[in-house]
């Protein structure tokens, strides 16, 4: 049973790098059965897709948040990562990191989520 | 982007009710449809795919069904964990898309 768990600091200041770790456990992230999302939800508010990676490598971001984000996987460590640059109060939310599955592309398990609060 | 409606945003039921929401997509997607629940301060737990497939481990009460751009989400019997968030995704193209949510309470 493939389980996530997102890693990284809680608190991040105006302007600066989020940066956010998901670790796969149970199941391997090179699978080519799974893509690997990161999602978000602010407080209070409904989800929002930011972006993916496959196995390869290969990724898809959202449009609206496309110019600051980053995603990458290290097979080695069975994680992938999220990288959002020049944040801002409206980057604050509950951020998930969840396997999308490679057909039909839903998402699957999910990690239990991490908050991260922009603010100085 | 393709746009996720749900009706209605929230909704007031008792247990043993049966409970439909509604969600429609701003254009076709064909059964590439999903519904998640989410309870406070828990990650979103997938129920149906593909439009009326059910998740293994999840309740037969549950059901989905439509295509194209009408979709729903059916709980035939309410019980008393049900009582929570219910989203549905669309997986035709990206940006995947959510609906705003429909927040089911106890009447």
């Known amino acids: 049973q493939v389980q996530l768990q997102e890693s990284g600091p809680g608190l991040v200041k105006p302007s600066q790098t989020l940066s956010l770790t998901c670790t796969v456990s149970?199941?391997?992230?090179?699978?080519?059965?799974?893509?690997w999302s990161w999602i978000r939800q602010p407080a209070g508010k409904g989800l929002e897709w930011i972006g993916r990676i496959y196995t390869s490598g290969s990724t898809n971001y959202n449009p609206s948040l496309k110019s600051r984000v980053t995603i990458s996987v290290d097979t080695s460590k069975n994680q992938f990562s999220l990288k959002l640059s020049s944040v801002t109060a409206a980057d604050t939310a509950v951020y998930y990191c969840a396997s999308e599955r490679n057909i039909r592309h839903w998402f699957d398990p999910w990690g239990q989520g991490t908050l991260v609060t922009v603010s100085s | 982007d393709i746009q996720m409606t749900q009706s209605p945003s929230s909704l007031s039921a008792s247990v043993g009710d049966r409970v439909t929401i509604t969600c429609r997509a701003s254009?076709?997607?064909?059964?590439?449809l999903n519904w998640y629940q989410q309870k406070p301060g828990k990650a979103p737990k997938l129920l149906i795919y593909a439009a009326s497939s059910l998740q293994s481990g999840v309740p037969s009460r549950f059901s989905g069904s439509g295509s194209g751009t009408d979709f729903t989400l059916t709980i035939s019997s309410l019980q008393p964990e049900d009582f929570a968030t219910y989203y549905c995704?669309?997986?035709?193209?990206?940006?995947?898309?959510f609906g705003q949510g429909t927040r089911l309470e106890i009447k």
């Open positions: 149970g199941g391997s992230i090179s699978s080519g059965s799974y893509y």
């Open positions: 254009q076709s997607i064909s059964s590439y």
């Open positions: 995704q669309q997986s035709y193209s990206t940006p995947h898309t």
